[in-house]
């Protein structure tokens, strides 16, 4: 008598159907809980890793065991607690701008944010830098006149700068995000110390 034919499904459907992690599968397939297994071509990616398929029959008769092994592994731990650990940091920097009446974070691709996280900055002077290069670019049109000036002249762009700088500290000021007496000066030890960083004074 001819053996049924099995129903395969990839392990990323596993994933979502039966709520497992990508980790505990390959704990069952390695401890031996899922024996009837097969890779196959990714068919998504051809130069990719390829494909696992899983007999989802037999998925569902160990389902209860698979759903016991760790969810990650101690390095997808590391990672999340590491993730978690400068998500916090970079949340310390962060502000309400009552202009655009949101939460405010660092961009993830600012230098100051990297500062903050290797520890070059405090969490108030990083909030000091996203406040005023939020209130600069969003609600000043320095953007605007960089990229007029970009096609005429460069050395123009500098002192553009410093005075839209100046106008995102005193716009800041008015919605009380920063002290009535900080200066430019005050700005600017904190932004040398994000330029040292990256070797950009």
């Known amino acids: ?18 709520g497992l992690t990508p980790h505990q599968i390959d704990q069952a397939v390695e401890a031996g809980l899922l024996k009837n297994f097969k890779y196959v071509k990714n068919p998504h990616y051809g130069s990719g890793p390829r494909s696992l398929l899983l007999d989802e ?3 569902q008769g160990v389902l209860d065991k698979v759903r016991a092994l760790p969810k990650y592994s101690e390095e997808e731990l590391r990672r999340k607690r590491a993730y978690s650990e ?5 949340g310390r920097a962060s502000f309400y ?19 903050l996280l290797y520890g070059m900055i405090s969490p108030e002077e990083a909030k000091i830098v996203a406040i005023v290069t939020h209130f600069r670019h969003v609600h000043t049109d320095y953007d605007e006149q960089r990229r007029q000036l970009l096609h005429v002249n460069s050395r123009s762009i500098e002192p553009l700068k410093d005075g839209k700088t100046i106008e ?14 900080f200066t430019k000066e005050e700005y600017d030890k904190i932004a040398l110390k994000i ?4 070797g950009l004074y």
Do not use: H, W
Not at 1 to 16: L, S
Not at 195 to 198: A, C, L, N, S
């Open 168 to 181: 995102a500290i005193e716009l800041a000021k008015k919605c009380g995000l920063l002290p009535a007496d």
């Open 86 to 90: 400068r998500s916090r940091k970079a």
């Open 195 to 198: 330029k040292e960083m990256y």
């Open 97 to 115: 701008c009552p202009l655009c009446q949101r939460k405010v974070r660092p961009l993830r691709t600012s230098y100051a944010r990297d500062a």
């Open 1 to 18: 008598m001819a053996e049924p034919d099995r129903k395969f499904i990839y392990k990323t459907t596993a994933v979502k159907r039966y």
């Open 57 to 59: 029959a037999e998925l």
